[in-house]
């Protein structure tokens, strides 16, 4: 079956699948990629094809039988496209971690080049422990797993590490053109994806912009976070400079909708039938958030309360 002739994989399908004169894949409908492999020999086996860095690439999920139903299979195969998305190469991957070195082999090495300068007796009792204590409950594992549980690191992998490995050079200074040759990317768009900026860049982005402006307005830029918290006690005549660039932003106050309610004692509904009719205190959208300016707020309530008193003054004048 080809790639584009896809139906649901399910268990009575694969059931039905018999083997031919070679290995043949059938392709589900639900996800792109996910399949199971029919070798000549009858075999089924779940497989993923994905594309990493223009390259076709193919990760056998597992056997067909338990654990691996249609279903399982098929939600393993959603997780593995997630980690593809990241421009991660989960066949890669995958052979990394078989690779590795097991406690066994580890004990032997270090037997053999760790303890080469000492004295035998000493090379004689640690290859002691290691064969009669160490490989007889560890010696099959791999080491870089145990390592890792051991640090408490059960979650990271190698990949992890790649990708902070990347940021910190991007962090640095360093181009995306640098960053992907020591990732051995053969395309700009995977090392993008890796180089994220940290908040730091832009951070320090934001004080150079700032404090160019301070330096055109005449004002010298803060020192410190502390110093520029207090700006919002200044007197006007010092936050002057300050306002013809950035208006009100310096002592704004913003209030949702419930702020606002509680403040001029209306309901949430109301102050949302006002905003329909086009009355009441204004407001400003920022992103999908519905927010007041706390002055505004404040100097709508007292024309409120000013016309109200008015109002009532005249109700009263007439009644005599």
């Given amino acids: 079956m080809k790639m584009r002739d896809r139906t649901k994989l399910t268990l009575r399908f694969i059931e039905g699948l018999t083997s031919q004169n070679k290995d043949h894949f059938a392709w589900d409908s639900e996800v792109v990629g996910f399949g199971i492999k029919v070798s000549m ?8 094809q994905y594309r990493h860095e223009g390259r076709s690439r193919r990760y056998t999920i597992g056997p067909h039988g338990s654990p691996w139903t249609p279903d399982a299979a ?11 998305a990241s421009s991660v190469d989960v066949q890669s991957e995958k052979i990394e971690r078989r690779s590795g070195l097991t406690v066994a082999e580890l004990c032997d090495l270090y037997v053999s080049v760790g303890l080469a300068t000492k004295k035998p007796i000493s090379v004689e009792a640690a290859r002691s422990a290691f064969d009669n204590h160490v490989k007889p409950l560890l010696g099959n594992r791999k080491a870089e797993g145990i390592t890792r549980s051991a640090a408490g690191l059960d979650d990271v992998r190698i990949h992890d590490l790649r990708h902070s490995f990347a940021s910190f050079g ?3 200074g360093d181009s995306l053109l640098v960053i992907g040759a020591l990732l051995g990317h053969r395309s700009a768009k995977a090392t993008e994806r890796y180089a994220h900026l940290s908040s730091d860049p832009v951070k320090q982005a934001a004080d150079r912009i700032s404090g160019e402006i301070a330096e055109l307005l005449g004002a010298q830029p803060a020192d410190s976070d502390e110093e520029v918290f207090n700006l919002t006690d200044a007197s006007p005549e010092d936050l002057a400079p300050v306002r013809t660039i950035l208006g009100r932003v310096v002592k704004a106050r913003w209030l949702d909708t419930r702020e606002v309610a509680a403040r001029v004692n209306l309901t ?11 009355v009441g205190p204004s407001f400003q959208k920022i992103g999908g958030r519905v927010v007041y300016l706390a002055d505004e707020v404040d100097a709508w309530k007292a024309t409120q309360t000013a016309e109200e008193t008015e109002n009532v003054s005249e109700s ?5």
């Fill in 316 to 320: 009263r004048g007439s009644a005599y």
């Fill in 268 to 278: 949430v509904a109301t102050l949302q039938t006002y905003r329909w009719m086009g």
């Fill in 74 to 84: 098929r939600t393993e195969a959603k997780r593995l496209l997630g980690a593809v």
């Fill in 41 to 48: 020999g009858g075999h089924k086996s779940y497989v993923l």
């Fill in 170 to 172: 991007a962090n640095g």
